[in-house]
């Protein structure tokens, strides 16, 4: 049961980013296009403005979206670091404290001929 709601939890979120995305683009467009017939009447300027405003909407809403789909693969590389974080460190902890007591010794010895390594290498 709880596998469903995650999946439906994950199609929500997706539905919601986008719709978030459709938005973004879809209103910077509307409004660069609303303002050029606004100018293209007010000022007698012609219709050719209409097409150059549909372009500069599309460029600024594509920018919009293009900033939006950064932050949030930026957010979730954050979430995934402190989750692995977290994960990796508990998993270490239980690793040594599985060691059997020769295992110890060993990665002890091991260890130990790493550190006189480096100690000739500074030599």
């Known amino acids: 049961m709880k596998k469903r709601n995650r999946h439906s939890l994950d199609i929500g979120k997706g539905l919601a980013l986008l719709t978030q995305l459709a938005i973004s683009i879809i209103v910077p467009m509307l409004l660069f296009v609303f303002g050029a017939r606004y100018l293209a009447k007010k000022f007698t300027i012609g219709e050719w403005i209409i097409p ?60 130990n001929s790493d550190k006189n390594e480096e100690s000739e290498e500074e030599d």
């Not at 954050?78 to 404290?97: D, F, N, P, V």
């Open 52 to 111: 150059v405003a549909i372009v500069l909407g599309l460029a600024v809403g594509m920018m919009s979206a293009w900033n939006m789909i950064q932050a949030m693969i930026k957010q979730q590389e954050r979430q995934m670091a402190k989750k692995t974080k977290g994960s990796h460190e508990t998993t270490l902890k239980e690793a040594k404290e599985r060691l059997s007591p020769g295992d110890k010794k060993f990665t002890k010895n091991i260890q």
